[in-house]
């Protein structure tokens, strides 16, 4: 039998060694985060299940129902719905409507540009996940760059980071946020409001704001932008494009011979009926029944179907007109289902050794046979001058095509294409826009006035959003990271071990003793700063619910209020700046901003220093704090 108090130092003991096993996984990536996660969560149940941690009562305090709890907490459950809802309004496009704002707004000031983009990004982040934001904003953000002639890499990285700083003023701007709340509640303390903390972290977010605009792109590399991977975004597919009678592009007139009204896309030939006329097109006006032959990328087309997807096939438009339904294909309310939303598109690459070289898309039926849709074909260091229906084909072309997401998948088993799964990417649709921003409207109504719980909110509006149609079942499911279920998972295990042995309310009494003669502003700073710096080797997810119980011990130590030491675990734990695997955020500017490792070392890290100085000077005077 061991006694109590060495049971007690062992359990706590090999507790600690296990977070310092789990944190040099995390920062060396000797192993996937699932991994790590999973085998953290398999090793805690197993210790605690031969050497258990009893209660007062004889209760197990951290048995396989406690530990596994995680997996249904609601913090998880907030995190993953609010991943669905904004899923919902990337979907519809309503993020889109600011966006091309923004862009109209800014068109002669590169300072006022970023500075508003930076504003809009921080504004989105307060309530919605960061991620899709950034997303979002970078073909903006790179078409902005463009178009003032400077390079991506002088800018790209400050999305994220204004990303991270707006999603600090509200409950729902990060998931960090929820996460600290529901733990509190979890812990028996009160649980934070909507705009609980607001106030502090919009100081944090302007002093943050002032540092991006007016430093950080002094100390950001001057790259080219990347190509490759992602980046094939860039590549340019041969269309072609069938204007229809009450299309926009009716009476569209050349500038200097190009169309001003088709930015990015270039015009290669226009087929009116028996004439082809090709560049420099000079006192020509775009008729119905022309069909335009154009390159473009990806986004540029997708943006020129947008609100007229019938441009980019309108053998589908024919087929309507076929059954009547045609004086309605051009009423976005009226438009046929196939016309609509629900579709994919996607990349696929012929295969050298593919019956179909040689042959044209008509010849082989492709639509008719895969159900999907060829909207252009690319091949390598040529610009062809033809209608894609009636171009040969050749090993290595590749082509874009668009078709519900089960067609598309069937390509993986065809043996004349090589479907390239990183291409495939749903298509935004307008048709539920209205529907989308109301139910994330009423759930951050119902969230903030506090008539429900975020949790229940979020997983409401998540329901909703399936239920109206406007994701499928299998996107809302597709858009739950494992990362984020594992890593959270995992993060309140450990959380509630720490609490449970006593880990917790040692770590807080070791820092009281080592700032014994430091006044209790000064522990808040040296506690925020501390994990601010942790946050950059951990995910802040982690940080933050390992840390929310030390801060409860820690203002029960110093016999404080709990509200600014928890505040402290939120702003620290975002406070993923130097590091690109702090935060996902700094991995999707990655690669756009052709960055590296000590970029974000360069630059995040003063920006550590600011805001900590910041929360260190504004914090003690907001939350009152003794002098003494």
């Known amino acids: 039998?061991?006694?109590?108090?060495?049971?007690?130092?062992?359990?706590?003991?090999?507790?600690?060694?296990?977070?310092?096993?789990?944190?040099?996984?995390?920062?060396t990536e000797a192993v996937s985060i699932e991994l790590t996660s999973l085998s953290v969560i398999a090793v805690l149940i197993l210790f605690f299940h031969f050497f258990p941690v009893t209660g007062p009562e004889g209760k197990d305090l951290l048995s396989l129902r406690s530990l596994f709890s995680g997996f249904a907490n609601p913090a998880l459950i907030a995190v993953l719905a609010l991943l669905v809802l904004g899923e919902g309004l990337t979907r519809t496009g309503v993020l889109d409507l600011a966006a091309n704002a923004v862009i109209q707004w800014t068109r002669s000031n590169p300072f006022f540009a970023v500075a508003l983009m930076l504003v809009v990004v921080m504004a989105f982040s307060a309530v919605l996940n960061n991620i899709p934001v950034v997303v979002l904003f970078v073909p903006i953000m790179?078409?902005?760059?463009k178009r003032f002639r400077q390079s991506p890499s002088?800018?790209?990285?400050?999305?994220?980071?204004?990303?991270?700083?707006?999603?600090?003023?509200?409950?729902i701007g990060s998931s960090t946020n929820l996460l600290v709340s529901l733990e509190l509640d979890d812990l028996g303390e009160e649980p934070f409001g909507f705009f609980d903390f607001t106030v502090p972290g919009l100081v944090l977010a302007c002093c943050g704001?002032?540092?991006?605009?007016?430093v950080a792109p002094r100390l950001l590399p001057d790259r080219p932008a990347t190509s490759g991977g992602a980046g094939e975004q860039g590549r340019h597919f041969v269309a072609q494009v069938s204007v229809s009678a009450g299309s926009r592009l009716v009476g569209l007139r050349p500038v200097g011979g190009i169309f001003p009204a088709l930015p990015d896309i270039t015009i290669l030939m226009i087929q009116r009926g028996e004439r082809a006329i090709l560049p420099p097109f000079e006192d020509l006006v775009l008729e119905a029944n022309d069909l335009v032959v154009i390159a473009a990328t990806r986004p540029a087309l997708a943006s020129l179907a947008k609100d007229e997807p019938e441009l980019l096939h309108p053998e589908l438009l024919e087929a309507a007109v076929q059954q009547g339904?045609?004086?309605?294909?051009?009423?976005?309310?009226?438009?046929?289902?196939?016309?609509?939303?629900?579709?994919?598109?996607?990349?696929?690459m012929i295969r050298p050794d593919s019956e179909i070289v040689g042959h044209t898309l008509e010849e082989i039926g492709f639509r008719y046979k895969h159900h999907c849709i060829v909207l252009g074909i690319e091949r390598r260091n040529r610009m062809l001058r033809e209608r894609i229906t009636r171009i040969p084909l050749k090993?290595?072309?590749?082509?874009?095509i668009q078709g519900r997401p089960e067609d598309v998948d069937r390509l993986r088993g065809e043996r004349s294409v090589v479907l390239m799964e990183w291409s495939r990417q749903p298509l935004v649709t307008a048709r539920h826009q209205r529907a989308a921003a109301v139910i994330f409207l009423g759930v951050i109504a119902a969230s903030a006035s506090g008539v429900i719980p975020i949790a229940l909110a979020a997983f409401c509006g998540a329901t909703a959003m399936i239920a109206t149609r406007i994701l499928s079942l299998g996107d809302a499911l597709q858009v739950l990271d494992r990362k984020i279920v594992l890593t959270i998972a995992m993060a309140l295990a450990l959380g509630a071990a720490m609490q449970a042995t006593g880990g917790a309310a040692f770590l807080a009494e070791t820092m009281m003793a080592a700032l014994s003669s430091a006044t209790p502003a000064q522990i808040l700073s040296a506690f925020f700063l501390l994990l601010a710096l942790l946050s950059n080797v951990l995910s802040t997810k982690a940080t933050a619910v390992l840390f929310t119980p030390i801060a409860v011990d820690l203002a029960y130590v110093l016999n404080l209020p709990v509200e600014p030491f928890a505040v402290a675990v939120i702003f620290a734990s975002n406070c993923s700046f130097a590091s690109p695997i702090g935060y996902q955020t700094n991995l999707v500017v990655m690669t756009p901003g052709n960055y590296r490792f000590m970029d974000f070392v360069r630059v995040g890290l003063p920006l550590i220093v600011?805001?900590?100085i910041a929360f260190s000077l504004f914090a003690p005077w907001y939350y009152d704090l003794p002098p003494q």
């Open 142 to 145: 790179q078409t902005l760059t």
């Open 395 to 400: 090993d290595g072309d590749v082509l874009l």
């Open 154 to 171: 002088r800018y790209m990285m400050l999305l994220s980071y204004a990303s991270v700083l707006g999603g600090m003023t509200t409950l």
């Open 325 to 348: 339904q045609g004086e309605d294909a051009g009423d976005p309310a009226k438009r046929p289902r196939w016309l609509l939303g629900g579709q994919v598109q996607a990349e696929v």
């Open 209 to 214: 704001l002032v540092y991006l605009l007016l």
């Open 1 to 27: 039998m061991i006694p109590a108090d060495l049971l007690a130092t062992f359990q706590m003991g090999f507790l600690f060694a296990l977070i310092v096993v789990a944190l040099t996984l995390f920062a």
């Open 610 to 612: 600011l805001v900590w």
